[in-house]
């Protein structure tokens, strides 16, 4: 099959491009599936562009060209769904989940999910429309809701936010770089082959977030073929092996072909 | 020269000349248009009405308040911190002048999160300077005061250059008269070049008022971004973009306002469109 289809690329002499649209925290993960693809389909060329889903759906309704758009959540798949702009329904490819990370010094002396309500700390997240933003926030309350949290607890810890970021890799290299106590990002951010110098507080799963990373073909898309069968690589056992590597929970691909 | 050559050759000059003007105008009307319709889009896109109303939401209002703080005390800084290097760059021949020239020029032409990051490795927590500036109490990411640096960082170079070229172009005359009088260089500098060149000197705060106000990558990556605290105008637009876009309208059209204005003070004490403070 891919055969028949390089050599059908080959046979029309036509360098092709596929655009993608990813939210930040699939960026190592996709570089990898651009690297792949194009090694299974000479003549063609993945250009991938990173930023929070947020802002990639500004882009994209702005007109901004582009065949394949992952986000980082439900919500602004849904919303480009609405708008017209996908070619078929959002797929699911991924889960991720939250974890706390500080700087490998702990300036801010943050040695649990508490200490992140302690007046004077510096805690960096992504802004609200940013899916890590919102997913944070509705973490925050959760664990505000538990027992053995004081009743102010989450006020307490938005109250030490001083910084919103555009996307979630800005929340961590802010903390990389020692100027943030704490910071609220995914798993995968931390994970994957070469994890960032952090450390890690983990988020028990009663109170954490599952965050889904779903795909959708774009509406103007130029090679929609191409795009599906990006797709389909990217659901398949491989590319889940690929997105498992890179710090993402996947389940193991069925046999239904999925367009 | 014959009758035919000359019309023959008046008939081409004219042809040249015509042809000159269409292409002279063609790449104005260009121009110009580049210019005008997106500041036009962003004015058709909103209401009076609207931005009234949204000058009354608080996250407006923090973003106006922190703009027009922080580039007031910017420009204040630049004006008062720049007038001595201006003062030694325009009258004092000194080693180490043409590197002292380069650093002051550098954040003009530094793309603003290049000058960002490297604040942030001077002057945050993990940073160079950090540990001593810690040890004198002062954290400054994440403040209204790292705002300020980042603004002064980027637009003091606009000040300090038109500065030293207005001091610079003080006609040498005055100097000498006042120093056959027996003026001291103080006294020269505050009662004769002063009063000569403060148009100069008001055209360059004003530039640097205005680059201070534009301010957005230093400011973004150095000092952060929170409404009240650190989102100036230009961070709240590029956030507000994103899931309120008639809200970042509003707030680029009176960043827009407020340019005009200033560019309007500016025109004012530089009659002539020369580039030295002649006025």
Not at chain 1, 15 to 29: K, M
Not at chain 1, 143 to 148: A, D, E, H, P
Not at chain 1, 150 to 163: I, K, M, Q, W
Not at chain 1, 233 to 244: C, H, M
Request: aromatic share 6%; charged share 15%.
């Amino acid at each position: 099959m891919a055969l028949v289809a390089s050599l059908t690329l080959a046979g029309t002499g036509v360098a092709r491009t596929l655009v993608v649209h990813a939210a930040s925290s699939l960026s190592g993960a996709f570089q990898e599936f651009a690297r792949r693809f194009e090694a299974a389909h000479p003549g063609v060329k993945v250009v991938c562009n990173f930023a929070g889903t947020q802002q990639l759906v500004r882009q994209i309704e702005g007109g901004a060209p582009g065949d394949v758009f992952a986000s980082a959540d439900d919500r602004w798949m849904t919303y480009l769904e609405r708008k017209g702009q996908l070619a078929g329904p959002g797929v699911p490819i991924a889960r991720n989940r939250l974890v706390v990370i500080t700087p490998p010094g702990d300036p801010g002396h943050i040695r649990s999910l508490a200490d992140l309500a302690v007046p004077g700390r510096k805690l960096v997240l992504a802004a609200r429309a940013v899916p890590a933003g919102g997913y944070a926030r509705e973490m925050l309350l959760r664990l505000g809701r538990t027992s053995g949290y004081s009743p102010g607890y989450t006020e307490a810890v938005l109250r030490n936010v001083v910084s919103e970021e555009d996307n979630v890799r800005q929340v961590v290299s802010k903390v990389v770089l020692g100027e943030a106590d704490a910071g609220v990002v995914y798993r995968s951010d931390v994970g994957g082959p070469r994890p960032p110098l952090v450390r890690r507080i983990e988020i028990p799963d009663s109170v954490n977030v599952i965050a889904t990373d779903l795909m959708a073909v774009l509406k103007g898309s130029r090679s929609p073929v191409l795009t599906r069968e990006f797709l389909r690589f990217v659901n398949s056992e491989p590319g889940r092996g690929v997105l498992r590597r890179h710090g993402f929970e996947t389940d193991r691909a069925t046999d239904v072909a999925n367009d | 020269m014959s009758r035919t050559t000359r019309t023959a050759r008046s008939h081409s000059g004219r042809a040249v000349a015509a042809l000159w003007a269409v292409a002279a105008s063609l790449g104005a009307a260009l121009i110009v248009g580049l210019m005008a319709v997106p500041v036009l889009a962003l004015f058709l896109r909103t209401t009076p009405q609207a931005v009234l109303a949204h000058l009354r939401s608080p996250q407006v209002l923090a973003a106006l308040r922190l703009s027009l703080v922080t580039a007031g005390s910017s420009t204040l800084l630049v004006v008062l911190l720049g007038s001595p290097v201006a003062y030694l760059l325009a009258f004092r021949r000194f080693r180490g002048r043409g590197l002292v020239r380069t650093l002051v020029e550098l954040p003009m032409v530094l793309p603003p999160t290049v000058a960002g990051l490297a604040l942030l490795l001077a002057l945050g927590r993990a940073g160079l300077l950090g540990g001593g500036l810690s040890a004198l109490g002062i954290q400054l990411p994440f403040t209204t005061a790292a705002v300020v640096v980042a603004q002064v960082f980027m637009s003091a170079p606009f000040f300090v250059t038109g500065a030293a070229a207005g001091f610079a172009s003080v006609d040498r005359s005055h100097l000498e008269v006042a120093a056959t009088l027996g003026a001291r260089a103080p006294f020269t500098f505050f009662h004769v070049v002063l009063p000569l060149r403060a148009p100069a000197l008001f055209a360059g705060a004003t530039m640097a008022a205005a680059r201070a106000l534009a301010e957005f990558g230093a400011t973004i990556t150095f000092a952060g971004n929170l409404p009240g605290r650190t989102q100036t105008m230009p961070l709240a637009v590029y956030m507000a973009m994103e899931s309120d876009l008639e809200g970042a309208v509003v707030l680029a059209v009176l960043l827009v306002l407020m340019s005009v204005a200033l560019l309007a003070v500016l025109r004012s004490l530089r009659p002539g469109w020369s580039g030295s403070a002649d006025a």
